[in-house]
């Protein structure tokens, strides 16, 4: 990696995290190596891969954070990873749909390259040098086990807001799509859903995309289509693992309502861990803030504990 600190990005990540420039650029040199890998099991089947990025290395990424990726523009209908967003705004714009169309990305964080991330710098910002582009190569993205960047990873706290500013444009073609042919098209992460309230003709919305997917420059994905579904008032309607109720509420679904209630039953026994009652505590809140009715009910069934737990 090339050197030049005077008036960088490098300096400007020695200033804000005290480390000195030399550290700086040390850390950032055998930055694409040093994540931690491991695998955590899909919901749907299958492993994913974590790339969790050494301690000194998030410095300079939360640098990158706050001073750098927070002032990009994210489409409106990009809803993950951003203030005031979450997977109920999410499913929440879906609500008064009959039908929607769910799709997903193939290995979506992965498939984001340093040449996606290259072309974006150079026209977003005109006053980096190449040693600075260079630089927030070296910071931001995994090698995928060597010392050269390569793409974004999972775990890495500067991939997900990356991510919505390079789909920026696809997200702004699918909504005018979407806007023209009277759908709701949102994506969170690599989930996409298009919804109707009333006919939806999907040949039409996937050749879209694929249209949409030819016309971006970058970055260049392509869909898992093993994971398009349609579903309708007739089935289930779950957006971004929510349920949309026919009344028009949001649900947790069945069965993570079973799991929170055997949580919350363990909880109540003395029988979890520390760190169960923290992810049980996170599992209430989130509940608390989709579906409060059902953590009413728990909350009269246990008691006080359950209020505990929240607080």
């Known amino acids: 990696m090339?050197?030049?600190p005077k008036h960088s990005l490098i300096r400007t990540c020695a200033l804000a995290t005290g480390l000195t420039i030399n550290e700086v650029v040390r850390i950032a040199g055998i930055g694409p190596k040093r994540y931690k890998i491991y695998q955590i099991p899909k919901r749907s089947g299958g492993q994913r891969t974590i790339c969790h990025p050494?301690?000194?290395?998030?410095a300079l990424q939360y640098v990158f954070l706050r001073d750098i990726l927070a002032q990009l523009p994210v489409h409106s209908a990009a809803t993950a990873y951003k203030s005031g967003s979450s997977i109920k705004q999410n499913a929440s714009r879906h609500l008064a749909s009959r039908i929607i169309?769910?799709?997903d990305f193939e290995n979506f964080?992965?498939?984001?390259?340093?040449?996606d991330w290259m072309a974006y710098a150079k026209a977003t910002f005109p006053h980096w040098t190449a040693h600075d582009i260079e630089f927030s190569l070296f910071v931001m993205f995994w090698g995928a086990g060597g010392y050269k960047p390569v793409?974004?990873?999972i775990g890495a706290p500067t991939s997900p807001l990356v991510s919505n500013a390079l789909m920026y444009q696809?997200?702004?073609v699918l909504s005018n799509f979407a806007a023209a042919n009277g759908l709701v098209y949102t994506r969170y992460a690599d989930d996409i859903t298009i919804s109707a309230e009333g006919r939806l003709d999907k040949d039409a919305i996937m050749a879209e995309i694929h249209s949409a997917l030819d016309l971006i420059e970058y970055p260049r994905l392509k869909l898992n289509t093993a994971k398009t579904k349609l579903a309708s008032k007739?089935?289930?309607?779950?957006?971004?693992g929510l349920v949309l109720a026919n009344d028009g509420s949001l649900s947790l679904g069945r069965e993570r309502k079973r799991l929170i209630s055997a949580m919350v039953h363990r909880a109540v026994r003395g029988l979890a861990e520390p760190d169960a009652i923290a992810h049980?505590?996170?599992l209430l809140a989130f509940a608390n803030d989709v579906e409060p009715s059902f953590v009413a009910m728990l909350r009269k069934k246990y008691g006080s504990f359950v209020l505990d737990i929240l607080h």
Request: hydrophobic residues 40%; positive net charge; contains cysteine.
């Open 2 to 4: 090339s050197v030049e």
């Open 54 to 58: 050494s301690r000194e290395l998030k």
């Open 101 to 103: 169309l769910k799709l």
């Open 109 to 115: 964080f992965h498939s984001i390259k340093v040449a």
């Open 151 to 153: 793409c974004l990873s």
């Open 170 to 172: 696809f997200d702004g």
């Open 234 to 240: 007739a089935t289930s309607r779950r957006v971004t």
């Open 280 to 282: 049980l505590r996170g």
